[in-house]
């Protein structure tokens, strides 16, 4: 009997010990959310189309003219058309989304690591260095920004030409200004996107330190790092987390918007802002330019959105209590 | 209340000048000058522009001439106008359609957040919810163009491009339709989001069930206690929006060919007319921030949990 009793006791102990981690439950609560998951899916096919799509496909894939076909509408031979140079728009519209995706991701880990690095020593050292580093924030956020990576974008452009004016005299045919403007517009837009995220992580880290588990921890006797990576850092992540998703679609949407007025990436390379400029320019004629690259847009924002709420819904304490 | 506006106003001059010098160093060390794209100027010619706009004195002192003076500083491309003249001819048509929008904005993004509070998770929520989502995922340069599509191209009910008549004189005319409603869309749909949220927190309150138990009519309740904390979310996020109905505007201005400030901004960024970037800059950074002012002093009354610190 007693040896039962134990057995039941040991069996409920360690039914209590296996309870769901934080990232178990939250994949639970994920799973059930429909559209998240679609969106995912998506995601993945996006990235698939766009990165392993190419290899189908020639080598000039998206710069290849043919004049006599220029503007033709989806047939057989150009699924999706063509666009008034006469190039294939499927080719443009991977190649856009290669362009997009790259910048939404790289873009979103720079403003990523500055809101980080910013947040935790904000919220860290607290006091007077917290109020002054979260006052500047304040400020930041109430500045024009779009104007000014406006401004940067024009009047940078212009300097990668006259640094490669300026290799053509020194006798190098190398150039830069076509990676240029991309590295511009990673450092533009993770500069401007990054104040939210160190908002958020200042504040996760300033509500953890005053928390009873990590003051529990503390009497507990836990080395410094042991609390750090093992109960802090998980704490601080799924916001991090949350906030990625949400931001990729904004810098998507920055970049796009740049492209649109002319100010991203250069042509021939197409980004999706810059095929939709092309389009809604000659929507009367050919429909297809615009209907397509914006669908695509549209729904890869739908889908960042989605997945990042779904992540947010799942990973909030908040309601993972009920 | 009054020693928490003095303080706000005097930081906003720092503030100022760091936009100020940010804007002009940048200008500056950009490579390029505004006579550049004139083919037939000589040395002597250059030389004498250089000299008319002041541009051979050092760049502390050009900094400084530029503060002063700004609002009558000539625009290099335009030597017969001041940056004041342009900014007053030009910016009245980007505020109205500023303003459009906004009206826009609110009316639909509140209307549809408060009806998708009221019964969470059911049709009732789901459909203006989803719209909502649809709003945010279809920025402004692809809402604009398929509202021409179908308003304009196909439908012929409305002008494709064009602001009150030829220079914006009129009015109201039909033609402000469709760009004050693309820029408004694309904030509705946020602004009402945010008021589903505010709202469903709200409405689970106690002084809800209160203001419920002492037998207040349900529309009552809801214009008279619950919108009053439900809006908070979105009163915070006015001032972000007017950045963003600033930035959207040059997009919407693009687009529909309106002759508003923000057309004019990028093209003296492209043009290289330091006096018009400057100008345009400043004054867009000081609406922002007065903008900004209102909206914090707006937020304290509506909330008095938040008090004004200082």
Known sequence: ?322 | MIKFILRRILETVPVLLCVAAMTFFMCRLAPGGPFDDDKQVTAEVREQLNKQFNLDKPLHVQFYQYLINLPNLQSFKYPSRTVGDIISQKFPVSAKLGFLAMCIALGIGIMFGVIASLRPNSYIDYIPSSLAMIGICLPTFVMGPILIYIFSLKLKWLPATGWGGFDGDIFFASDMILPSLTLGLFYAAYISRLTRGGMLDILTQDYIRTAKAKGASAPRVLMKHALRGGLLPVISFMGPAVAGLIAGSFVIETIFNIPGLGQDFVKSAFNRDYTLVLGVVMFYATLIIVLNLIVDILQVTLNPKLKFES
């Not at chain 1, 039962?4 to 006791?9: D, N, R």
């Not at chain 1, 009873?212 to 850092?233: D, K, Q, Y």
């Not at chain 1, 949400?246 to 197409?270: C, D, K, N, R, Y």
């Not at chain 1, 004629?285 to 959105?305: D, I, R, T």
């Open chain 1, 1 to 322: 009997m007693a040896e039962t009793a134990s057995k039941i006791k040991s069996n409920a102990l360690s039914q209590v010990e296996k309870g769901e981690s934080l990232w178990v439950g939250a994949w639970h609560r994920l799973r059930k959310n429909k559209m998240a998951l679609l969106g995912s899916i998506f995601i993945i096919l996006l990235i698939g189309f766009s990165f392993i799509g190419p290899f189908f496909l020639e080598d000039n894939y998206y710069t290849y003219q043919e004049l006599e076909q220029k503007m033709q509408g989806p047939n057989k031979e150009y699924i999706l058309g063509t666009d008034h140079l006469g190039r294939d728009q499927l080719g443009r519209i991977i190649k856009g989304g290669q362009i997009s995706l790259m910048v939404g991701l790289v873009a979103t880990v720079v403003s990523l690591t500055i809101g980080i690095g910013y947040g935790t020593i904000s919220g860290y050292f607290g006091g007077n260095i917290d109020r002054f580093m979260m006052r500047i924030v304040d400020i930041l956020y109430s500045l024009p920004f779009t104007i000014f990576v406006i401004l940067l974008m024009v009047f940078a452009k212009d300097l990668g030409d006259s640094i490669d004016t300026w290799f053509k005299e020194m006798g190098s045919n190398y150039s830069i200004s076509g990676q240029w403007n991309m590295l511009l517009l990673f450092i533009a837009i993770g500069a401007v996107e990054w104040l939210t995220m160190a908002r958020i992580v200042r504040g996760q880290v300033l509500s953890l330190r005053k928390q009873e588990f990590i003051e529990a921890c503390i009497s507990l006797g836990l080395p410094t790092h042991r609390i750090i990576f093992r109960h802090m850092v998980p704490n601080v992540l799924g916001p991090v987390i949350v906030y990625t998703t949400l931001t990729i679609p904004a810098v998507m949407l920055l970049e796009a918007f740049l492209s649109f007025l002319g100010l991203g990436v250069q042509p021939p390379t197409p980004s999706w802002g810059l095929l939709i400029k092309d389009g809604a320019d000659r929507m009367r004629e050919a429909p297809w330019m615009l209907v397509y690259p914006g669908a695509m847009f549209a729904l890869a924002l739908f889908s960042f959105n989605f997945v990042g709420d779904g992540l947010r819904d799942a990973l909030d304490p908040k309601t993972s209590k009920d």
